[in-house]
């Protein structure tokens, strides 16, 4: 008899396979209640509500129609990006040839503008915010092949959306930490054992050797 594997459910979601993971979930008694979360969300589009006020609920739920359009219904990239475009030109008022990517930096400044920190862009192919509320600062010293250098890590907590990934695994799996060229490396802090080996090797040094 074929058991319920989450590494085999993992596997599929990272690679976006969102219908594949539905049609596995269903086949566990033990996973009823996660495939049944996941047909509330795609298939009856009861979408999630946040923590956060009126008009930024609106901007999320335009990516979580885009996270259904990409991954639950498999449009094609363009035209799910398409339609994001689309709403958030409808969302902001804007005139019908807006780019999507000043589209999403407007979306990106609503965040910001009530003290939230917004990542825009896009994450392994696929559009989704990173939005998040708390930083720290720390200092560490990494040992590399050509000596010991410091690195400044930047810890981000406070989550509102950690974009597709963490969204259609139901917070099972998304990004760990980033860099973009600043010269930090972007932790999500609830990702990490900061003593574990993981962190030290997986995310210190890899990042530290871009």
């Not at 008899?1 to 993971?21: N, Q, T, W, Y």
């Not at 609920?57 to 359009?69: G, H, M, T, V």
């Not at 259609?168 to 900061?194: K, M, P, Y």
Request: charged share 30%; aromatic share 14%.
């Amino acid at each position: 008899m074929k058991k319920f594997s989450k590494d085999i459910l993992r596997g599929m979601i990272v690679k976006g396979r969102l219908r594949e993971a539905m049609a596995y979930l269903e086949q566990f008694p033990e996973a009823a209640a996660l495939y049944q979360k996941g047909m509330d969300l795609y298939q009856k589009e009861h979408y999630l509500t946040y923590d956060v006020d009126g008009e930024l609920n609106e901007i999320l739920l335009i990516y979580q129609k885009y996270y259904r359009d990409a991954f639950y219904l498999e449009l094609s990239a363009e035209e799910a990006a398409q339609r994001l475009r689309e709403r958030l030109a409808e969302r902001f008022r804007t005139a019908p040839d807006f780019s999507l990517d000043k589209l999403e930096e407007m979306a990106g400044a609503a965040f910001r503008r009530k003290s939230f920190h917004a990542l825009m862009g896009r994450t392994s192919g696929y559009y989704g915010p990173y939005i998040w509320k708390v930083e720290e600062l720390r200092h560490y010293k990494v040992e590399l092949p050509e000596g010991t250098q410091d690195y400044a890590v930047k810890f981000l907590d406070g989550f509102i959306m950690k974009s597709w990934l963490d969204y259609i695994s139901f917070g099972e799996t998304g990004t760990g930490g980033w860099s973009n060229g600043d010269g930090l490396i972007h932790c999500v802090r609830a990702a990490w054992d900061l003593e574990s080996e993981d962190f030290q090797v997986s995310l210190l040094k890899h990042e530290a050797q871009h």
